[in-house]
């Protein structure tokens, strides 16, 4: 098992000195949470956002990672047209990078 960590360390060290998606996805503990949180819901709001990470993060921190997450194009926001005060969040463009260091950590887990 320990073998098992130090390689998803590694994995995580690696990709901490790229300036590529995971990058952007590991850069902090609230960035991952706030991804990840994005991710399982396909869409989420800002508001919810701030519910489900009360005492994780401050809004301010949430906005900031939402904001550097859009100009770096890795999540989109999308307007609700019928309450334009709505605005959903998803990463459908860091998608696959996100399935395939599953699948990389996965194989990590299961071998």
Do not use: P
Not at 84 to 102: G, H, M, P, S, T
């Amino acid at each position: 098992m320990y073998s098992k960590i130090l390689k998803i360390s590694k994995d995580l060290i690696d990709h901490s000195h790229n300036k590529d998606e995971l990058s952007y996805i590991f850069k902090t503990k609230t960035h991952a949470i706030i991804i990840f949180q994005i991710f399982g819901n396909k869409r989420i709001t800002y508001e919810d956002l701030c519910k489900n990470l009360i005492d994780v993060a401050s809004r301010t921190t949430i906005q900031s990672i939402l904001i550097e997450g859009v100009d770096r194009k890795y999540l989109l926001k999308e307007i609700n047209q019928k309450d334009k005060r709505k605005k959903y969040y998803n990463c459908d463009n860091l998608k696959a990078v996100i399935n395939e260091w599953f699948q990389r950590n996965k194989k990590i887990f299961n071998s």
